[in-house]
């Protein structure tokens, strides 16, 4: 419980161009991410249901084979267990996800 200021949160590197900040309460995470122009986001799957809203810029988001160019103000929703990748176009992008439950690979 508390305020926290994104700048603040602790930052990992998840892929060549990939920055992820995240805040986990017990039964909620928030994953703020930085994709640098052409950053990519290899297909994977997950046992955590996942949401997100593009805040910045603008990338290429495929979920069970759908592709689709998600932008500033769009939100997505990715079901448990289903493959998913993203690749940031020509400028930055930035990202809120929601991960329900937590991802512990990511605390």
């Given at each position: 419980m508390g305020f926290f200021t994104i700048k603040d949160l602790k930052s990992r590197i998840l892929?060549?161009?990939v920055e992820m900040k995240t805040l986990s309460g017990e039964r909620v995470m928030m994953a703020f991410f930085r994709l640098e122009p052409g950053a990519v986001v290899p297909e994977h799957s997950h046992p955590h249901e996942q949401m997100g809203l593009v805040l910045e810029g603008e990338f290429e988001l495929v979920i069970s084979g759908e592709k689709r160019v998600v932008r500033k103000g769009d939100v997505y929703h990715v079901p448990p267990e289903v493959r998913h990748s993203g690749t940031a176009s020509r400028s930055p992008a930035q990202v809120l996800?929601?991960?329900?439950?937590?991802?512990?690979?990511?605390?």
């Amino acid at each position: 419980m508390g305020f926290f200021t994104i700048k603040d949160l602790k930052s990992r590197i998840l892929a060549q161009g990939v920055e992820m900040k995240t805040l986990s309460g017990e039964r909620v995470m928030m994953a703020f991410f930085r994709l640098e122009p052409g950053a990519v986001v290899p297909e994977h799957s997950h046992p955590h249901e996942q949401m997100g809203l593009v805040l910045e810029g603008e990338f290429e988001l495929v979920i069970s084979g759908e592709k689709r160019v998600v932008r500033k103000g769009d939100v997505y929703h990715v079901p448990p267990e289903v493959r998913h990748s993203g690749t940031a176009s020509r400028s930055p992008a930035q990202v809120l996800d929601v991960f329900v439950p937590p991802r512990e690979d990511y605390k």
